[in-house]
């Protein structure tokens, strides 16, 4: 997987979308909709993306993503607006089983926790790809809720401390981290259905 990975994610990426913001929507169009990129690189690698996490089982799925995360890290693919990320992560939730959503938004929360330490940025970029997939997942993810929710809140606010900080050199970029943060949380409160948005309110007042 360290190989087949990072080459269907190389193949998924067209350079020259990413560098023109005028074509950067077509990252997110269905490829069944036009019958001449069916068999283009980018057609058939987005089609073994889909199947290859599809037929991916609970066990297996880390096997996968820890590729795809460590080509996100060097290919610089977290910086704002990290438009590839989030159409990669998107696909991959769309593709597996909904009751596996929560172990995807898991890993990028472990993600986000070994880079603590990383640029504002790289911050942004993986709280903004949260922000993006956590609503698609949000019904799922059933008893990690509160778990979820008590890292994000963790991340705000170790953030908020930093920024209070001497340490902290940019402090614009640390407010705009902590605005991905909460945006996250809300997009993926707004996903709850209500007997778990009243398991969340209580267990917010309290942190």
Partial sequence: ?????????FNLQETDQLDEPSK???LFTSFSDDPSREESPKALSDRCLRELMGKAS???LRAVMEPVLKHMDLH???KPPPLFAIHVF???IYS???????FVIQELINHLDSMSTADAVIRIGIATVLSNIVSI???SIGPLLLSIFNSLLKHLRTSVDFERSEKCKDSEAEKMYQEALINAMGDFANALPDYQKVRVLPFMHFQ
């Fill in 1 to 9: 997987m360290d190989k087949i990975v990072p080459s269907i994610l």
């Fill in 24 to 26: 950067s929507s077509t």
């Fill in 58 to 60: 609970f066990g297996s």
């Fill in 76 to 78: 610089a693919h977290w």
């Fill in 90 to 92: 998107k696909a991959i």
């Fill in 96 to 102: 597996i089983q909904s009751q596996n959503s929560y």
């Fill in 137 to 139: 997942a949000g019904t």
